[in-house]
């Protein structure tokens, strides 16, 4: 039922109010004149001018008090002064910046004084108590240093070091809101912001419609952020920036408005609460907004009636059993994990790939033979063809799923498909490479005999692409990117072409690029998982060391060879300072053209371009100076080109 209240109405100065200033002893004597005199000039009467007494209320009837007090004075003098009708002008300055913000003050008194004069002023007969006693400002339940830098000494780096520290230990509290009307709501939050109406929706906006009913309920925003990144989204993006429409709340947002709110933790542990500046620890919190036969200046206006029903809004929050239970047994996971019905689809999907069946093997060997020609064509689209056709990901990212989870039956499934994928890719590629008649080797295939560090980290990143995709169906579309990133398939056919053709360096090599892409991809797919909150703590720990050292063994001959890559970039930038210095040789140019691994070192192809014919003793010369510059490791092939 909605009616009209004077719960909030114009303040109007008569001839029989008396008027008060009471003031705080530590006040500069210069500024309580100053003020005093600017009262007197406003109401145009003589003024009472007190020390401030926090259990003083014996003022007259209908007097009016102008007060300059901190926060904890006037909180401790509400209950002794709430039930006289009298009205109070709190003056701000920097002892009470909590009653500037529950009320809607400026933060100087002079503006309060213009507001009193003009006339454009509202009363409130509304106080906010907590547990029994009077509050100012925001109430926070929970983590409250998610949302706001409450005051603490440490150094600002150090608060943040510390927050990022907790930040992967954070799980939500199971708790229980009961409101004024007996209704329960059982939820997980990391933190609940509750206050006054009206000054909980100036706080945050976001959240909050736009009514004329603001001061006459309490309301509270709850916080159940699902993942570490929402967290962080709610320290850095929720609380401040406004949302697209305050008709729909985000995830993770619920928004509760009654004249009493109660706030029980249902674990058996205490709440963390941070009232008027200090935190306790408390078994529940009761939050509510009382009436009172005295009235207090407010800068609200949106207060013109009041709505005596209550405004329940959690359908974002965890309110059934099993996930209270998920997200406050479990810390949050780093991204947020899928829906129940998303688990029961991501698991089957994975089984389903750990079993080869027909279409995996015909599509396999479709693949290899597709790849092993794109190879012999030196052709990137068919290779690029047959990595997208290539099914070999699927039973990889299902045992990285089961090393995760130690789900013995995944892994062995898994394994069994990879294995036999392996031998099937190679036979394939080596009886093609036997039975045709080319045996050079192309520069596609070059290109998968030289696996370094890199290789490596492109595996990882695929790893991480490819379990995001596998557990979350709107970007499961792009994983052919991925399999286009870590080319599984074409390393693999290099080394049956190296079995083909008997050739120990060109299959021991491309060989260990395939071995680089799985190890990277089962590593990183694994944390992948973990972080989404598909597995459990219990295992991680051992399944993150064997992963940890698989990826320890093949990085040692991963890292010879990049070290060879090191070299070459070494070289590269020696002729990139030859081309500014002065050639042995006038009149010449020397450039480098490009650089080749051979199984006896590197071969640095290099034209050394003249107007007119270069002698052999300048050739000599300009060897000699080169070799100097590179290195006696490294090979020089020349080309010498006149220029007319």
Not at 21 to 42: C, E, R, Y
Not at 262 to 277: E, S, V, Y
Request: charged share 20%; proline share 4%; aromatic share 8%.
């Amino acid at each position: 039922m909605k009616c009209v209240v004077e719960s909030i109405m114009p303040l109007e100065i008569e001839s029989e109010n008396q008027i008060f200033f009471l003031h705080h002893h530590s006040i500069d004597k210069k500024d309580l004149d100053i003020v005093s005199k600017t009262i007197a000039n406003l109401t145009d009467r003589e003024i009472q001018t007190h020390i401030f007494k926090k259990r003083k209320s014996n003022y007259p009837e209908n007097s009016i008090l102008f007060t300059m007090v901190p926060d904890d004075d006037f909180l401790e003098w509400i209950p002794h002064i709430k039930d006289l009708d009298t009205t109070i002008i709190i003056l701000p300055y920097e002892k009470n910046p909590r009653l500037q913000q529950e009320f809607d003050l400026p933060q100087k008194p002079d503006p309060v004084l213009d507001m009193v004069r003009s006339g454009d002023n509202y009363l409130s007969d509304r106080f906010l108590f907590c547990n029994g006693k009077p509050a100012a400002g925001c109430i926070s339940v929970g983590e409250s240093e998610w949302i706001e830098d409450n005051p603490s000494s440490s150094p600002y780096l150090l608060k943040i070091l510390q927050l990022f520290k907790k930040l992967f230990s954070l799980r939500l509290r199971a708790i229980e809101l009961t409101s004024a009307k007996a209704q329960n709501i059982k939820t997980a939050a990391l933190l609940v912001e509750a206050g006054r109406e009206s000054m909980i929706s100036r706080l945050r906006p976001n959240f909050f419609k736009i009514e004329e009913n603001r001061c006459w309920r309490t309301s509270a925003v709850v916080y159940a952020p699902q993942s570490v990144v929402e967290t962080l989204k709610l320290r850095l993006l929720f609380a401040r920036v406004r949302h697209k429409s305050a008709d729909t709340l985000p995830k993770g947002i619920g928004v509760l408005k009654s004249q009493k709110l109660t706030i029980t933790a249902t674990d058996g542990r205490p709440l963390q609460l941070f009232c008027n500046g200090k935190k306790i620890k408390t078994d529940s919190v009761e939050i509510e907004s009382v009436q009172m036969r005295a009235s207090i200046l407010t800068g609200e206006k949106n207060c013109a009636a009041f709505e005596d029903k209550e405004s329940i809004r959690v359908q974002n929050l965890p309110t059934d059993n099993d996930t209270i239970d998920f997200f406050t047994r479990k810390t949050l996971p780093f991204i947020p994990i899928a829906t129940e019905d998303a688990f029961a689809e991501l698991f089957m999907k994975l089984k389903e790939s750990a079993v080869m069946t027909t279409a995996y093997m015909l599509l396999l060997i479709v693949s290899v033979l597709m790849a092993t020609t794109g190879l012999f064509q030196n052709s990137s689209p068919t290779i690029i063809g047959a990595m997208i056709l290539a099914p070999l990901m699927a039973p990889i990212i299902a045992f990285s799923m089961g090393v995760i989870r130690f789900d013995e039956g995944l892994m062995t499934h898994s394994a069994k498909t990879i294995l036999l994928s392996i031998a099937i890719a190679l036979i394939a590629s080596a009886s093609m490479a036997w039975t045709l008649p080319f045996t050079h080797v192309t520069e596609q295939i070059s290109m998968r005999t030289h696996p370094t560090l890199l290789d490596l980290a492109v595996a990882i990143l695929a790893g991480i692409a490819a379990a995001y995709g596998y557990a979350n169906s709107k970007v499961g579309e792009s994983l052919a990117g991925v399999a286009i990133a870590v080319a599984l398939v074409p390393p693999l056919t290099v080394a049956g072409i190296g079995i083909g053709w008997g050739s120990w360096s060109l299959f021991s090599n491309a060989f260990l690029l395939f071995l680089a892409n799985i190890v990277g991809i089962v590593f990183a797919s694994g944390i992948m998982f973990y972080l989404m909150g598909f597995a459990s703590r219990r295992y991680v720990s051992t399944a993150f060391f064997i992963k940890l050292m698989m990826v320890g063994v093949i990085a040692i001959p991963l890292w010879l060879s990049t070290r060879t890559l090191v070299v070459e970039e070494k070289i590269y930038d020696t002729f990139k300072q030859l081309r500014s210095a002065e050639a042995p040789v006038a009149g010449v140019s020397i450039h480098l053209q490009r650089i080749e691994r051979k199984a006896d070192g590197l071969y640095a192809f290099i034209s050394v371009i003249s107007s007119s014919n270069i002698t052999n003793d300048a050739r000599e010369a300009i060897a000699r100076y080169l070799k100097k510059e590179l290195g006696k490791d490294v090979h020089l092939v020349f080309t010498y080109l006149t220029q007319y």
